[in-house]
């Protein structure tokens, strides 16, 4: 039964406990990934930075800090 309902949530995380948990545990994951992507970018101090994508915005995150 838990597993019939964590299915759909991996691909449309909703408001639920399962949802919530998922996308946690998929942003946590995927950090290292897109912080590294980002850093493969080669952004300087005085670009601008278009993001397209979905999802809690972790590569944004780490775009502004460069």
């Given amino acids: 039964m838990f597993l019939k309902r964590l299915g759909p949530q991996l691909g449309r995380p909703t408001r639920s406990v399962a949802g919530w948990l998922t ?18 970018c080669g952004i300087s101090p005085d670009d601008s930075v278009l993001e397209l994508g979905h999802g809690p915005g972790v590569g944004l ?3 502004a800090r460069l």
């Fill in 61 to 63: 995150e780490a775009a």
């Fill in 23 to 40: 996308s946690k545990i998929l942003t946590r994951r995927n950090r290292v990934l897109e912080e590294n992507a980002v850093k493969l």
